[in-house]
């Protein structure tokens, strides 16, 4: 029985992450008291789940799995954050980095979870008229 509650809360979560960020937000404000952190935090923390969501609406429109996709972006962005980083910075400080890249990947995959469940949510109602 727990196992099965267990397993939907996780599916739940990771078909819509904006819940899991919103929960790791609501228990980061909870324990910190400081919202600017808690947001970082949820942030950081729901970035894998943001991914895992794109990677299985994509699979869901093109049936298709296309992780291949999903890592040539992540290092994509990881290379051209880089090298913008060092051309500003001069330098590399790798927490900074690392966190800038974390974070840029988070709104890139966050925009592209919202476009992919708009063309979804498009391409279902169009289907079905």
């Known amino acids: 029985m727990l196992t099965g509650t267990l397993a939907?809360?996780?599916?739940t979560v990771i078909t819509v992450p904006v819940l899991g960020w919103y929960l790791i937000y609501i228990t980061t404000v909870k324990l910190s008291?400081?919202?600017?952190?808690?947001?970082?935090v949820a942030s950081?923390?729901?970035?894998?789940l943001f991914?895992?969501?794109?990677?299985y609406i994509m699979a869901q429109l093109w049936s298709d799995t296309s992780i291949w996709l999903i890592f040539a972006l992540f290092f994509a962005?990881?290379?051209?954050?880089t090298i913008i980083y060092?051309?500003?910075?001069?330098?590399f400080y790798a927490s900074k980095l690392f966190k800038g890249i974390w974070r840029l990947n988070f709104l890139?995959?966050?925009a592209i979870y919202i476009l992919l469940s708009g063309y979804g949510l498009?391409?279902?109602i169009f289907y079905f008229v």
């Open 8 to 11: 939907g809360f996780i599916a």
């Open 33 to 40: 008291k400081h919202k600017p952190t808690a947001i970082k």
């Open 44 to 48: 950081d923390v729901s970035s894998i």
């Open 51 to 55: 991914m895992v969501a794109v990677y």
């Open 77 to 81: 962005v990881a290379f051209a954050f």
């Open 86 to 91: 060092w051309k500003v910075m001069d330098d």
């Open 108 to 110: 890139l995959f966050v």
């Open 122 to 124: 498009l391409r279902s």
